[in-house]
């Protein structure tokens, strides 16, 4: 791949031909901005007059530290590596008159098919992920509109080795069952969909293992005799649901109370509660440090527990999570980073971004009918309403399209320029990028369905006018807001085992 352009002084601060306060009446779409001066060298590189990218993400921060330590300086480097590309100056992109490149979809397209198929040797470090890398590279084909239900029997097969009887999927053949191999499975088996696929889950032993991780505090292990943290909680929620899985514990259970006052989703909402910390953000377990990652986990969980607008306010203190959230957006950048003093990254798109349709619905009035009632009230005290966005999808976008795109021959998504793209940045950037670019709304009743299991309605609506700086050819499939896969697929798996086990 070829290296970014050096950043410059003059890279910095790129001729400022638009910005955002200027008169908003003028804001054609023709591209022929006449008022302003434009720079010829600048345009020349672009693929038409670049009319409107706000100062904010073309120049340094105003406010700065003076304190200079490693972590400063990580910060100014990958500031100076980011802006050429978000000034519009890199050579091997096409911009649009915003200032956005396209999104390169043959070039990803063709990266992620690559990554299903036969890696090179040091790929071999990465042995126990390969249910991740079907379900990054599966999802992130879907996001770019690829039908990926040829990789079916593929899939399947690979899937049922690496299954064991006593429940669960490894990362290969004979390896240990773990939570996040088998939710990796599970989704991809999903989203290439069908009988053949879904018919390689042992349900029943899947149902025993998930009882045998369940701990009397309420929270998973991740596998047997591991740690308990939060991305058990989240893939056991996933899982359970997309399999219909029923809830009761075996008696072999660490939850089991000698009778059945405790199902797998006891107290589970309260060991999430745990894992929020003095920051606002949510840490791995109890007690450790808050990231990004974690606070996807959290509200995924718990958007499966009950209705969102209900459970998130009564288990979570959801302003000083949004001003925890809020704080990962840095400027020029517009990424999210995943913890505090550490560096914006692509990934974070989707870990920290995805948090916020599920914040923003939480925030949204319960429409409720029916027994399931509303959202307790002393529990959405203090909420601010919301009327806009909580953070900048327009700053999103940009660092998306123009620092995480490998526009090299190698294609694929990356963490921010320099670093190579690779299979888990390409899903996780694009699921920042469809959730940044489709709108998710709550609907309806928030009834609990005959599982017990909570499902709201989820809607999709298109992109919002204010955040189209990106080409409409460019918009990326809408997916779950919690099981990140289309709504579609999640629907056809769940609905698949529903019915097979209504016919008893
Ligand atoms: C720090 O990495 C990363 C973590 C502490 C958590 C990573 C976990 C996930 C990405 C996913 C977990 C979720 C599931 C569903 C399994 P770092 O120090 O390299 O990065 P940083 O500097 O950006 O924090
Ligand atoms: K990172
Ligand atoms: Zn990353």
């Known amino acids: 791949m070829s290296a970014p352009p050096k950043y410059s002084a003059a890279a910095a601060a790129p001729p400022r031909l638009r910005s955002d306060d200027d008169d908003d009446d003028d804001d054609d779409d023709d591209g022929n901005d006449d008022e302003e001066t434009v720079d010829e ?7 038409g007059p670049v009319t409107m990218i706000p100062d904010v993400f073309t120049q340094l921060p105003p406010v700065r530290d003076d304190l200079e330590t490693d972590t400063s300086e990580a910060q100014d480097e990958t500031v100076e590596a980011c802006l050429p590309f978000l000034a519009g100056q890199d050579d091997l992109f096409e ?44 999802s992130a084909l879907t996001m770019l509109g690829e039908d990926v239900s040829h990789y079916r029997e593929a899939v399947a097969e690979t899937a049922r080795g690496m299954q ?47 009882c045998s991780l369940k701990q009397a505090d309420g929270g998973f292990q991740v596998c047997m005799g591991g740690e308990e943290d939060i991305r058990g909680a989240y893939c056991a929620a996933v899982i359970i649901t997309l399999l219909n899985l029923p809830l009761d514990l075996t008696p072999e259970s660490p939850a089991w109370t000698g009778d059945s006052s405790a199902n797998l989703f006891t107290g589970l909402a309260r060991y999430v509660r745990r894992c929020q910390t003095f920051e606002g953000g949510i840490s791995g377990q109890p007690d450790a440090e808050a990231h990004g990652a974690y606070a996807f986990c959290a509200l995924g969980c718990l958007a499966l527990l009950d209705d969102p607008r209900r459970v998130i306010p009564k288990y ?36 920290v971004g995805g948090c916020f349709p599920l914040i923003e619905a939480c925030l949204s009035p319960a429409a409720s009918s029916g027994q399931g009632g509303q959202a307790d009230d002393s ?27 490998d526009q090299s021959k190698r294609g694929g998504l990356r963490d921010k320029p320099g670093r190579l793209s690779d299979a888990y940045h390409s899903c996780y950037v694009l699921s920042g990028l469809s959730s940044a670019q489709n709108q998710w709304v709550l609907a309806g009743s928030d009834d609990k369905s005959a599982t017990g299991v909570a499902d709201p309605a989820w809607t999709v609506l298109p992109p919002l006018e204010d955040v189209q700086i990106f080409d409409k050819r460019d918009r990326i499939r809408p997916i779950h807001p919690v099981y990140a896969i289309p709504d579609e697929n999640q629907r056809a798996i769940r609905s698949y085992f529903l019915a097979k086990d209504s016919e008893g």
């Not at 060298?41 to 693929?47: D, V």
């Not at 979809?105 to 890696?119: C, V």
């Not at 004979?174 to 879904?198: D, I, K, N």
């Open 95 to 138: 911009y649009n008159e915003h200032g956005v490149p396209r999104i390169n979809r043959e070039k990803h397209i063709k990266f992620l098919h690559n990554s299903l198929g036969r890696l090179p040797g040091g790929f071999v470090a990465a042995d126990a992920s390969r249910p991740w890398f079907l379900y990054w590279s599966l």
């Open 41 to 47: 060298e600048f345009i020349s590189k672009s693929a």
């Open 164 to 210: 064991n009887d006593t429940g669960g999927f490894g990362g290969g053949g004979r390896q240990l069952s773990h939570m996040a191999t088998t939710y990796a499975v599970v989704l991809a088996l999903a989203l290439v969909g069908g009988e053949e696929a879904f018919e390689v889950v042992d349900r029943k032993a899947m149902w025993k293992w998930l």
């Open 379 to 405: 529990d959405r005290a203090g909420l601010p309403p919301v009327s806009e966005s909580l953070f900048s999808k327009e700053g999103l976008i940009r660092y998306i399209l123009c620092c995480c795109q």
């Open 316 to 351: 979570l203190n959801v302003p000083r999570l949004i001003s925890w959230l809020s704080s990962r957006q840095y400027a020029p950048e517009g990424g999210f980073s995943g913890r505090t003093n550490k560096l914006v990254d692509g990934c974070y798109s989707h870990w």
